[in-house]
T-cell receptor, first 114, second 114 residues
């Protein structure tokens, strides 16, 4: 958890609303990964981004989910029209340079959809 | 299809004894393996890793063993301490073009009893 910031830590949304999760990588890191952990399950890869580029989004649901990592500012994971099944912990990780394998994680955002 | 398997969802060990956490994988292209530790309400923390060119890596109380022919790795913690109680994730990495992706196991919950 060395320096990766995520906010908010907890987010409550009603069905149909939008959720925006933010991630600021460690200083000097330009690669960001988003993971989702559903209750009673392991970490599932969602998307890998570099600045202004989506490198691998093979784990992203086809609809309602999007991610960006602009040149300036944090990475954003956006979930439109949330449903109860989106309730999970969303973790962001960063790394300095692929193919460096070690990723450093933030504390996560816990999304609850009512 | 789970490429990285942690077949024991939980493990209970007495303080001072050895904890052995196991991980099996199916993809022979994996060339780097990592163990992460996760406390409740926190993000995973990198613990120790091993390259496929090695069969053992040691860091203090933590040792990872890799058996490539069996596609099996294990994490040994000795002596175990109550503070080691956490969920341990095994992850494996393979190069995909210019990038790498971590594939995660579902985790093993370790309880170290005083």
């Amino acid at each position: 958890n060395a320096g990766v910031m995520q906010n908010p830590r907890h987010l409550v949304r009603r069905r149909g609303q939008e959720a925006r999760l933010r991630c600021s990588p460690m200083k000097g890191h330009s690669h960001v990964y988003w993971y989702r952990q559903l209750p009673e399950e392991g970490l599932k890869f969602m998307v890998y981004l570099q600045k202004e580029n989506i490198i691998d989004e093979s784990g992203m649901p086809k609809e309602r989910f999007s991610a960006e990592f602009p040149k300036e500012g944090p990475s954003i994971l956006r979930i439109q029209q949330v449903v109860r099944g989106d309730s999970a912990a969303y973790f962001c990780a960063s790394s300095p340079l692929p193919p460096k394998e070690t990723q450093y994680f933030g504390p996560g955002t816990r999304l609850l959809v009512l | 299809d789970q490429q990285v398997k942690q077949n024991s969802p939980s493990l209970s060990v007495q303080e001072g004894r050895i904890s052995i956490l196991n991980c099996d994988y199916t993809n022979s292209m994996f060339d780097y393996f990592l163990w992460y530790k996760k406390y409740p309400a926190e993000g995973p923390t990198f613990l120790i890793s091993i390259s496929s060119i090695k069969d053992k890596n040691e860091d203090g109380r933590f040792t990872v063993f890799l058996n490539k022919s069996a596609k099996h790795l294990s994490l040994h913690i000795v002596p175990s301490q109550p503070g080691d109680s956490a969920v341990y994730f095994c992850a494996a990495s393979a190069k995909a073009g210019n990038n790498r992706k971590l594939i995660w196991g579902l985790g093993t919950s370790l309880a170290v009893n005083p």
